[in-house]
């Protein structure tokens, strides 16, 4: 193998942020507020609930933490459960209007580039005192709903609680243990408690899922990657794979924001949703299920598209991931718009629900933030503290820097892919055509899962073609990595 290109990635993904409109670094005043909050951190209010004897746990990736939420699940009468949802409360530190949210409001999501990790939050706060650690006493936002045996939401309340993280797990052990791959991670194996409240947990959360199902929730899958360090500075890649676990935490994260989003109907509060429209190109997603032998509606209905789906990733899985990713592309991407009081939801189509906000993230997105302080609001009884012009604000600017970030994010997947593969030149690799177009031939190699543009040999290939192709240049720059048919 030749040794691998000198990059700086840091460096880059720090050019990247300014030039998509970032401020990677915090103003002054930032500091100042800072410092308050050490020497006068807020106190827990009176009527806060103490939760701190429940056998909370949270799931999230190996290198987290940013803790957002913990989970808490229980068995009540009739067949189904309670489930509780507790989520930092980060508006307690990060008052409306202070330098720090001001901050927050401008750059709206924590980046991830896979190399350095920009918070929207100081780190003090969002890995500190705001974040769910494991044997710490926070106070949180906690949902508290039920769920019956035929996986219906019930009754739900919401209420600020003192909590206590018992257990701080990651996706890949716990997926693999609830699937039955692997031993449970050591922490599990350790306490018969702990082992039924996470079965319970993905139990449920299956449960969930199905419904949403039934209803036409979106079966998607995309091939994500990250890099791994090694000691000696080189890079590899690997692709990230959705388990048991990493489901769980999704299916307990929508049914809470669902519930939020329901309150908030009720009570007749503005908020913020998370949409992703009618696709405006159904037309297209037709024409593509036409050319695998489905026939869909000619109007757009999640149904039909998710059974369609469904039978493809068993038809061929090796191809699943790109017939994802160009349904992804025809859908849309999701927005943050003003929900009105009193108007009717406008819905997340790949989710199958009406109703949905965000708002189990305030440590990693602002509009989380603005869930939670109107959240707080109605469980105070007073106003909200935004007006519509204000929410319909931070709405747009939520969206806009959400692109941004995915410009950031796939920049800089590019460049990792291009350097963990520049040792590589010369080497043949098993991959499939991924695009077909006036810009070139696309492919995408099988492992390490990498995509490229086929410089030589492309012609006659056509989407899903299987090649044998060798790599012949790498340019981490601009993020290029060239392919010529072996």
Request: aromatic share 6%.
């Amino acid at each position: 193998m030749n040794q691998q290109l000198h990059f700086n990635l840091s460096a880059a993904a720090r050019r990247s942020m300014i030039a998509h409109g970032f401020e990677p670094e915090y103003p002054p005043p930032i500091a100042v507020q800072l410092q308050q909050l050490r020497d006068h951190p807020p106190q827990p209010a009176s009527s806060a609930r103490d939760l701190r004897s429940l056998l909370w746990s949270s799931i999230d990736n190996d290198t987290s933490k940013d803790l957002d939420q913990i989970e808490y699940v229980e068995a009540v009468a009739g067949g189904g459960h309670r489930v509780l949802i507790a989520i930092a409360d980060v508006d307690a530190f990060v008052p409306k209007g202070s330098p720090i949210d001001q901050h927050a409001l401008r750059e709206t999501t924590t980046v991830y580039t896979g190399v350095d990790i920009f918070s929207m939050l100081p780190e003090q706060l969002s890995t500190g005192s705001t974040s769910l650690l494991p044997d710490q006493e926070r106070i949180a936002v906690v949902a508290d709903f039920t769920v019956d045996a035929q996986a219906h939401i019930g009754s739900s309340d919401f209420y600020l609680a003192r909590v206590v993280n018992k257990a701080q797990l990651a996706y890949p052990s716990v997926g693999a243990w609830l699937a039955g791959q692997a031993a449970p991670p050591l922490i599990v194996a350790a306490s018969a408690d702990l082992q039924q409240q996470l079965r319970l947990q993905d139990q449920i959360a299956q449960q969930l899922r199905k419904e949403r199902s039934i209803h036409g929730a979106l079966n998607l899958q995309t091939i994500e990657t990250h890099p791994i360090r090694f000691s000696d500075g080189a890079i590899d890649i690997e692709a990230e794979v959705k388990n048991r676990a990493t489901q769980l935490i999704e299916d307990f994260m929508i049914a809470s924001n669902g519930v939020v989003a329901r309150m908030f109907d009720e009570k007749r509060y503005s908020s913020i949703r998370r949409v992703v429209k009618t696709p405006k190109r159904w037309d297209r997603i037709v024409e593509i299920a036409r050319q695998m032998g489905t026939q869909l509606p000619a109007e757009p209905d999640a149904k039909p598209l998710h059974d369609f789906l469904c039978e493809q990733q068993k038809r061929d899985p090796d191809h699943f991931p790109d017939l994802s990713l160009a349904v992804i592309k025809l859908l849309g991407p999701g927005e943050y718009v003003l929900e009105k009081a009193g108007e009717p939801p406008q819905g997340h189509f790949a989710l199958a629900v009406q109703d949905y906000t965000h708002s189990t993230a305030p440590n990693r997105r602002y509009a989380d933030l603005v869930t939670q302080r109107l959240l707080k609001a109605v469980m105070a009884g007073k106003p909200s503290p935004y007006s519509d012009d204000e929410l319909a604000s931070v709405a747009a600017q939520c969206t806009r820097m959400e692109d941004a970030e995915r410009k950031v994010s796939r920049e800089m997947q590019k460049r990792i892919a291009a350097v963990a593969m520049s040792g590589r030149i010369g080497q043949a690799f098993d991959a499939i055509v991924t695009g077909v177009n006036d810009h070139g031939s696309f492919v995408r190699t099988i492992k390490p899962p990498v995509d490229g543009m086929l410089v030589r040999g492309q012609q006659g290939v056509d989407v899903g073609d299987r090649l044998r192709v060798t790599l012949v240049r790498t340019d981490p720059v601009q993020g290029y990595i060239d392919f010529a048919r072996a």
